[in-house]
């Protein structure tokens, strides 16, 4: 009778340590969460660390984005945000009113302009099959500048409300952030995945749909997956009637059909077009898992129908936006996460990241592509190799691991990967940006009179491409921000709601 009691006295104690150490857990992550959401929200005062009229960079070793090789111990004057004079540092004086920065040992970089971004990101509430995206107005846009993204364009858009308070917060001084290109709600007549996206009905919809955006101050639109033809049609051209863009993650619209229309760029690669697949009907998306193995097992870059299609899309002018960091989560040959990035997406998803690993681990169902990505190195050379302008993106999606800023220089990382030297991909990821958004003449690359955004980071990227993970400083139009601020800001703010 007496071991009963002392049992259950025991039970009973056990119980209460349980509940007090997850009462303790609760307190200890919303208290935090209160605490960096306070950190993040603070103006851009609060991670400004250089500034000034007049800012000498001196003994840096300069990649200009152009790829051409890195230039040794070099000077930089930075005047009134742009950049005033770049040289040898033997030959370029230092004014002495100036506020000088020495960065032997260090190099600097154009800011990363990203073609494929987005302002959201996958919410733990998902299920395998209705995806729910939840806005990061916080979090994101310190996550891009702390990686050194100076100007992005959304790619899709799911609060474009949101999408233009974030953007004018930023414009308007209140808030760091990088330039942003803002894209309009995607147009999508049969959203699946996604229920949070309106489902275009005819083609007069899709024109509705692109005169409202662009009304609203949007400057680029996405066509999405299952838009039909005729919809499509009706988009780019009501887009270009106004002087705008529209790109596409298309699926039932194949990327030589798309080119035809006129369309101003293509998402995501040779991973995703679907008019290779055999039995594809006109008009219609194919099912995606068949596709995808299609592409997988099947697809070869070198046949002579997927180089006319490099061809074509060079001779039409259609850029392709790199993503390989999304689809990374899906290949078993791709590289793992950064350890930083991995300790980064403990600390601060806690509960999204955490979810989604057990979900990935034990729960959904894995879809493994062996040689896709591979094949999307390949074709993404043999592309630009034909001439072709190549973008880069981090659509920060897929599994929710895929993060602002983290992604942008993992996807720099795969382009190196992929067989670009580091210039190169720096290229891709700076100058190729800019001119895709039409700013190449004020972004993009570093040379006098353009607009010093800037990247300063420890270590060499043109012999080891990961040192562009080492951000110490990101200069956007002269003003010097920490990365290790902006960065420390947001843990616990990703991905939770
Ligand atoms: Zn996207």
Redesign the pocket.
Known sequence: MSSLRTIGKWFFRFCLLVIFLAAFTWLGIHVSRAYYLRQASRPPSAFIVESGPLIALTHARVIDGTASPAQDDQTLILKNGMIAEVGPSSSIQVPASARSIDLSGKTVFPGLVML?E?LFTISPDTTPTKILLVEQPVSFPLMYLAAGVTTLRT??SIFPQADLAIKTAIDSGQRPGPDMFLTAPYLESNPLLFSQMHAIASPDEARRAVDEGAAEGMTSFKAYIHLTPEELKAGIDEAHSKGLKITG?LCSVGFTEAADMGIDGL?HGISVDTEFFPGKQPGICPPDRAAAKDIDERLDIESPEVQRLIHHLVERHVPITSTMAVFADFTDDAQPMSALEDREMRALCFKSALIYRILKAFVLPKIVMHHAMPKEMQFERDFVAAGGLLLAGS?P?GDGSTLAGYADQLEIELLVKAGFTPVEAIHVATQNGAVALGQSDRIGTIAKGKQADLVVVTGNPSTNISDIRNVDLVFRKGVGYSSARLFGAIKGLVGVQ
Do not use: I, K
């Open positions: 494929h987005h790619t899709g993650h998402e659509d999606t």
